[in-house]
Nanobody, 115 residues
Framework: QVQLVESGGGLVQPGGSLRLSCAASGIRFSSYAMGWYRQAPGKQRELVATISSGGNTNSADSVKGRFTISRDNAKNTLYLQMDSLKPEDAAVYYC?????????WGRGTQVTVSS
């Protein structure tokens, strides 16, 4: 059974940092492209950052220079380091694993940015 379990969300003040983790099981993690997505209330889910199986990364313009995606294949874990957080970064953050034709999502972790 495939599981993607996000953790690390919470309440942080503007300018603060959080590190999200996504623990994967039931897949050959190293073969999967991984990504972080987010969805704020009333908005569509949007891409935050992705990392290929080979380690190539891509991120949305809105988070460039502030968020860093990484993976540890030995631990089957995906990370998102979020620095200089802004109120507009508040959302539910989801982990995604893709390897055609399979596509898996986690249940999300809430990030709240407020003073």
């Amino acid at each position: 059974q495939v599981q993607l379990v996000e953790s690390g969300g919470g309440l942080v003040q503007p300018g603060g940092s959080l590190r999200l983790s996504c623990a994967a099981s039931g897949i050959r993690f190293s073969s999967y492209a991984m990504g972080w997505y987010r969805q704020a209330p009333g908005k569509q889910r949007e891409l935050v950052a992705t990392i290929s199986s080979g380690g190539n990364t891509n991120s949305a313009d809105s988070v460039k220079g502030r968020f860093t995606i990484s993976r540890d294949n030995a631990k089957n874990t995906l990370y998102l380091q979020m620095d200089s957080l802004k109120p507009e970064d508040a959302a539910v953050y989801y982990c995604r694993a893709t390897s055609y034709p399979t596509d898996y999502w986690g249940r999300g972790t809430q990030v709240t940015v407020s003073s």
